[in-house]
């Protein structure tokens, strides 16, 4: 009888944790933030930093990202409730195919990446980015007093805002071969000598085991930042940006192209953040809600889906805005954050982040 309790206990603890949560999250208010507050006070006029975080304040705005390199701005900010955030971008940048080649991805067809429009991936097996990265996180995490950082480009490459992405199997480079040889203990047949032969071998012979181990890549790394972030201090909360794709889009491509797999990296990620930005990827405003409920399903943690103020590739109307507004906070929402500060004040929606609050 005495184990029988002790079991129905221990049931009702597991099964209240991710709950309790969520719950945690959603009774603090709801978070409404905006992405991308500058520190040298540009994009408010003539105001000063005392007067910036009450304005924030005054538009319902809860947390922000950026901001935290001035000092003045920071106090002001945290003065009036409101919680600091930062991003960081993990394998981007295409400075880093000029300082380091070989970081640069390589296809299955055996050849290098190709920049698209203004993104460039690199290849998320590179140690001496995976180290610097970790330096840079600890440094910003002690340094600046941050209530969160956000984890940006965690992932295998993919330029995947838009109409038709590219999908792209990679990264076939040195590295990452032979990682995935010596982590999985799959040998490539010494008879294949180029890239494109040694790729195709794997994507008909271990394509599972090859996805697989693409994910556990990402996974990990989420883990060692982590690490790094509670050491510092066990309060900052870690935050992930996910490409809003779920297994139905592009036969999986989340899995097969990304690298993102939700339900693993779960346990080390605090809040999840699905980049919903729905014109940009031609859905309707519905889209958002139907992202952030899946998001939320598949990790059992609180979800604040980042939604688009800018009217981009189109206009994007005041009607619509507020609609995206509503989609991103129904439950099980926990919040919005704004994309970006500066659209919403160029475009005149600043003022309307408010509404429905
Ligand atoms: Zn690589």
Redesign the pocket.
């Known amino acids: 009888m005495q184990k029988k309790l002790i079991f129905l206990l221990g049931l009702i603890i597991l099964m209240g944790v991710p709950n309790k949560e969520i719950m945690a999250m959603n009774q603090l208010s709801p978070m409404n933030a905006v992405f991308g507050l500058e520190s040298n006070l540009k994009q408010f006029p003539g105001m000063t930093e005392t007067e910036i975080a009450q304005e924030l304040k005054k538009e319902g705005i809860n947390a922000v990202f950026g901001g935290y390199e001035n000092k003045t701005l920071r106090k002001a900010l945290h003065k009036e409730g409101i919680k600091i955030y930062a991003e960081i971008g993990l394998f981007v940048g295409t400075e880093h195919w000029k300082s380091h080649p070989e970081?640069r991805?390589?296809t299955r067809m055996g050849i290098p990446m190709e920049k698209e429009d203004w993104y460039g991936g690199v290849?998320?097996?590179?140690e001496w980015l995976r180290q610097k990265k970790l330096l840079s996180i600890q440094k910003l995490c002690q340094e600046n007093q941050v209530d969160g950082i956000w984890l940006d480009f965690i992932r295998y490459p993919c330029h995947w805002e838009g109409k038709n992405p590219q999908l792209t199997d990679?990264?076939?480079?040195?590295?990452?071969?032979q990682k995935f040889q010596q982590q999985t203990g799959i040998k490539i047949p010494a008879k294949l000598k180029s890239t494109k032969n040694k790729a195709d071998w794997i994507l008909t012979n271990h394509p599972d085991d090859w996805y697989n181990w693409r994910c556990s890549v990402i996974t990990d790394y989420v883990k060692e930042t982590r690490k790094v972030i509670k050491k510092v201090n066990p309060k900052i909360v870690v935050g992930l940006f996910g490409v809003p794709w779920t297994a139905s889009d592009y036969d999986n491509a989340i899995y097969r192209i990304i690298g993102q797999d939700y339900r693993k990296l779960a346990p080390f990620v605090d809040v999840f953040s699905p980049m919903v930005y729905h014109r940009i990827c031609y859905k309707n405003p519905n889209w958002i809600h139907q992202v952030t409920t899946e998001f939320q399903i598949m990790t059992g943690k609180p979800v604040v889906p980042i939604i688009q103020a800018c009217s981009v590739p189109d206009t994007l109307s005041e009607g619509e805005f507020i609609h995206s507004l509503n989609e991103a906070r129904k439950s099980p929402s926990s919040g919005v954050i704004i994309f970006t500060l500066d659209y919403a004040l160029k475009e005149k929606k600043f003022t309307l982040i408010k509404t429905g609050l």
């Open positions: 970081s991805p390589i290849c998320p097996n590179q990679t990264c076939f480079c040195p590295v990452c071969l």
